[in-house]
């Protein structure tokens, strides 16, 4: 064995030797408690919980209520009726599309498109075809269409 080989075997050990001693002197020192004041105050609850043994605070959940005076009221008399998007009977015209997903249909009217939906007649409604369609604009409808303002139809006639 060389001399810089016994060294750096030298030193390798030296320091295993301290990180050792170091380690058994940290965990002595938290075991320890160590008397004085800071026994009587109340445990720390700022540790954050471990995996094996979560703090009882980490697995409570507090419901909150909302006072009534911040949750905000819509009187739906406020809205205007002739316009889309509210309950009243909506009527749109134009020529019907295929949508850009499989089994879709779109019609453009006023410069909006809508997705067409309800029970309509087929051999009324289908892409190519002018019609008139009388019914509800539905803007919180989920739809796979991924296209235009949802129209739910509730009569559907052809456009001469």
């Known amino acids: 064995m060389n001399m810089q080989t016994s060294r750096v075997r030298r030193s390798a050990g030296l320091t295993d030797s301290l990180i050792g001693a170091l380690l058994v ?38 419901e909150t209520t909302v006072p009534d005076e911040t949750t905000p009221y819509l009187d739906p008399s406020l809205g205007d009726s002739s316009k889309p998007g509210s309950a009243s009977q909506t009527t749109i015209s134009g020529t019907v599309e295929a949508g850009v997903e499989s089994g879709c249909l779109v019609l453009e009217h006023d410069g909006t498109v809508y997705g067409i939906f309800g029970n309509y007649d087929s051999s009324i409604v289908y892409a190519g075809a002018k019609v008139t369609l009388h019914g509800q604009i539905d803007k919180g409808m989920m739809s796979t269409c991924q296209q235009g303002t949802p129209f739910v139809v509730e009569d559907a006639e052809t456009a001469d």
């Open 25 to 62: 002197t940290v965990l002595a020192a938290c075991g320890s408690g160590g008397g004085g004041a800071a026994d009587t105050a109340e445990p720390s609850t700022s540790a954050a919980p471990t995996a094996l043994s979560p703090s009882p605070e980490a697995t409570v959940t507090e």
